[in-house]
């Protein structure tokens, strides 16, 4: 079997898990608000295995294109905050693999396909090689599209030196949001700390950017 066949049995057999676990999550009935509550119960009954579980899932996840978020927010009504913060660190950095490894794999030859037809996405996956750290670590404390990012960092054959580290520092403020946020439900407190963390995100990712346009001017 060649090459070619080979990834679209796989890209077919990617499809199918897609569509039969979407259809089953549409088919559990629960509102969107009640998801993490629902996921934090039923990995809860794997005791002492549940942070290895939970890790598990939040890495296979985007497979499925299952909103990080919402796994984030179990965690830490699952584990409290302060032991989903240990626990996001592992499971959002093996996912962020994932998605890199799957987008790497089925959509680089679609990006170079769709380069040499739209100037735009070539002058921005220009600018994201050039940049390629700055350009993530921004994207990431700014809270952009989890998976989608690790997609296109893969497809684009980003550097997965830069993708990693930028990934590991950027994803932090986002999940100590997720995780007290989740942990709300222990203390109202969580949930002042997670409005800070989420705004200081933002700031981090503004004053990187301003210090990086400064330094790149100054050496032009």
Same mark, same amino acid.
């Given at each position: 079997?060649?090459?070619?066949?080979? @990834?679209?049995?796989?890209?077919?057999?990617?499809? &199918?898990?897609?569509?039969?676990?979407?259809?089953?999550?549409?088919?559990?009935? %629960?509102?969107? +608000?009640?998801?993490?509550?629902?996921?934090?119960?039923?990995?809860?009954?794997?005791?002492?295995?549940?942070?290895? !579980?939970?890790?598990?899932?939040?890495? *296979?996840?985007?497979? !499925?294109?299952?909103?990080?978020?919402?796994?984030?927010?179990?965690?830490?009504?699952?584990?409290?905050?302060?032991?989903?913060?240990?626990?996001? /660190? *592992?499971?959002?950095?093996?996912?962020?693999?994932? +998605?890199?490894?799957?987008? @790497?794999?089925?959509?680089?030859? *679609?990006?170079?396909?769709?380069?040499?037809?739209?100037?735009?996405?070539?002058?921005?996956?220009?600018?994201?090689?050039?940049?390629?750290? *700055? =350009?993530? /670590?921004?994207?990431?404390?700014?809270?952009?599209?989890?998976?989608?990012?690790?997609?296109?960092?893969?497809?684009?054959? /980003?550097?997965? @030196?830069?993708?990693?580290?930028?990934?590991?520092?950027? !994803?932090?403020?986002?999940?100590?949001? +997720?995780?007290?946020?989740?942990?709300?439900?222990?203390? &109202?407190?969580?949930?002042?700390? =997670?409005?800070?963390?989420? /705004?200081?995100?933002?700031? !981090?990712? @503004?004053? %990187?950017?301003?210090?990086?346009?400064?330094?790149?001017?100054? +050496?032009?």
């Amino acid at each position: 079997m060649s090459q070619k066949n080979i @990834k679209l049995l796989f890209l077919f057999i990617w499809l &199918t898990i897609i569509v039969i676990s979407l259809s089953k999550l549409l088919t559990l009935d %629960i509102a969107i +608000s009640q998801l993490p509550g629902f996921i934090a119960e039923n990995v809860a009954q794997f005791g002492v295995w549940a942070p290895v !579980i939970f890790i598990l899932l939040f890495a *296979i996840r985007p497979l !499925i294109f299952f909103p990080a978020t919402l796994l984030s927010l179990s965690a830490g009504v699952l584990f409290g905050p302060y032991k989903a913060v240990l626990i996001l /660190i *592992i499971a959002e950095n093996l996912s962020s693999l994932v +998605s890199y490894s799957m987008g @790497k794999y089925f959509g680089q030859s *679609i990006i170079n396909s769709l380069d040499k037809k739209n100037t735009l996405l070539h002058r921005f996956e220009k600018y994201f090689h050039k940049n390629d750290f *700055i =350009s993530i /670590i921004t994207l990431r404390l700014l809270y952009a599209p989890f998976d989608l990012l690790g997609y296109f960092a893969g497809a684009s054959n /980003i550097r997965y @030196k830069s993708f990693a580290l930028a990934t590991v520092i950027g !994803i932090l403020p986002g999940l100590i949001t +997720s995780a007290f946020l989740g942990g709300s439900i222990y203390s &109202t407190k969580n949930l002042l700390i =997670s409005g800070v963390f989420f /705004i200081l995100g933002i700031v !981090i990712s @503004k004053f %990187i950017k301003a210090k990086y346009e400064s330094a790149k001017r100054t +050496s032009e």
